[in-house]
């Protein structure tokens, strides 16, 4: 079974983005995440080919965001969603 990805740290790294770096295992050959506002439903999932590629756009400066990562690849297809990440995008 494929583990879902372990995220260490969540970083704003230009108004209105926010990257998250991750732990991955070797069976993981992309990801998909998932974001929302806090109170409000995740948006649709986004697609990234690898760990140093974790990017959410399009945020608004000063809205605190959930977001959660899943792992593709290995034997199942896919991990089981990350536990959530917290951060105030700038």
């Keep these: 079974m494929l583990n879902p990805p372990q995220i260490i740290a969540v970083e704003a790294v230009q108004s209105g983005q926010l990257r998250a770096r991750i732990t991955a295992y070797p069976n993981s050959k992309s ?3 998932r974001i ?3 109170r409000s ?5 986004i697609s990234f080919k ?3 590629t974790i ?3 399009g945020l608004t400066a000063g809205v ?4 959660e990562l899943m792992a593709i690849g290995g034997s199942t297809g ?5 536990e959530p990440a917290t951060k105030m995008a700038e």
């Design 31 to 33: 990801f998909v995440g």
């Design 36 to 38: 929302k506002a806090t």
């Design 41 to 45: 439903e995740f948006g649709p999932s």
């Design 50 to 52: 690898n760990s140093r």
């Design 55 to 57: 990017i959410f756009n």
């Design 64 to 67: 605190t965001y959930i977001l």
């Design 78 to 82: 896919q991990s089981d969603w990350s």
